[in-house]
C-alpha cells in the first residue's frame, strides 16, 4: 500500500469515527507525531494491511464513535475521492506522497469534501483537483 493510500484512509476513518472534519483530523494527527509515526511503521512493516494500521490509530486514541448513526456514512468515497486527488497534486506538483496529503488536507476544499452535508464528496476528483489549484 503506497503511504498516500495509507495516511487518506486513516485519516478519513477517524474522521467518520469522531465526526470531525477530515482537514482537522489531518491538523491535529500531524501535530500529535501520527502521521510520521503511520509511516515509520509502515517502513518497519510493509506486509501489513490497512486494518493493522487502523488498529494502531485505535489504540493510541482510544477510539469511541462520537458520530450519529448515519453522519458520516461516506468515509470510503472519501477516502476514495482524497486518494485520487492526492495523485493528481503529487504528479503535477513533483510531491511525494506526504507533500500531496498535507496539501490537499490543508486546502479549504477538503474541509468542504469532509463536511458531507455540501456533497463534496460525490464531486469528480477533477473538479476538485480544480478547486484546490484555483485557491
Known amino acids: 500500500m503506497d503511504q498516500r493510500t495509507l495516511v487518506v484512509s486513516c485519516v478519513e476513518y477517524y474522521s ?26 509502515q517502513k518497519m512493516f510493509p506486509e501489513m494491511g490497512i486494518d493493522f494500521y487502523i488498529g494502531m490509530v485505535d489504540g493510541l486514541t482510544h477510539l ?5 448513526v448515519g453522519e458520516n456514512t461516506h468515509h470510503e468515497e472519501r477516502t476514495a475521492l482524497a486518494a485520487e486527488v492526492v495523485a493528481m ?13 498535507k496539501m490537499y488536507y490543508h486546502s ?5 469534501v469532509s463536511d458531507e452535508k455540501t456533497g463534496f464528496y460525490k464531486k469528480a476528483a477533477q473538479e476538485i ?6 485557491e
Not at 467518520?16 to 511503521?41: C, N, Q, R, Y
Not at 483537483?129 to 484555483?134: G, S, T, V
Open 129 to 134: 483537483f480544480d478547486l484546490i489549484e484555483a
Open 64 to 68: 469511541e464513535s462520537d458520530s450519529s
Open 89 to 101: 497534486l503529487m504528479k503535477k506538483h513533483k510531491m511525494d506522497d506526504l507533500e500531496g496529503c
Open 108 to 112: 479549504k476544499t477538503a474541509a468542504s
Open 16 to 41: 467518520d469515527l469522531k465526526a470531525i472534519h477530515s482537514d482537522k483530523v489531518f491538523a491535529a494527527f500531524e501535530k500529535a507525531g501520527f502521521i510520521d509515526m503511520i509511516l515509520d511503521t
